[in-house]
């Protein structure tokens, strides 16, 4: 079974930054799709951002050009950094890797990011 761990959420306050990162149990971090989603309070999951496999990325409208993923395949580690934030940013972020190849699909435990003053 694929574990994955999310690290670096907390209280920030309007206009900074927080880096989040995910650490995945595999032998083939490098195949998966990574992707970060967020659940803000009483609305549904949405996507943050995702890197394909082969470097490809994508972005929630509502982040672009202040968020941006990245990954270390060495260390099998996707980073979120996240700047500029704003309240509206405020939700649990959740840690994705799918290979929709084999329908596999993990998902972390979730981490707590709140942008309040």
């Known amino acids: 079974q694929v574990q994955l761990v999310e690290s670096g959420g907390g209280l920030v306050q309007p206009g900074g930054s927080l880096r989040l990162a995910c650490v995945v149990s595999t032998r083939i971090f490098s195949l998966y799709t990574m992707g970060w989603y967020r659940q803000p309070p009483g609305k549904q999951r949405e996507l943050v951002a995702s890197?394909?496999?082969?470097?490809?990325?994508l972005y929630g409208d509502s982040v672009k050009g202040r968020f941006s993923i990245s990954r270390d395949n060495a260390k099998n580690t996707v980073y979120l950094q996240m700047n500029s934030l704003k309240p509206e940013d405020t939700a649990v972020y959740y840690c994705?890797?799918?290979?929709?190849?084999?329908?596999?699909?993990?998902w972390g435990q979730g981490t707590q990011v709140t942008v309040s003053s």
């Open positions: 890197m394909a496999s082969g470097g490809t990325t």
């Open positions: 994705n890797a799918r290979r929709t190849s084999v329908d596999s699909n993990f």
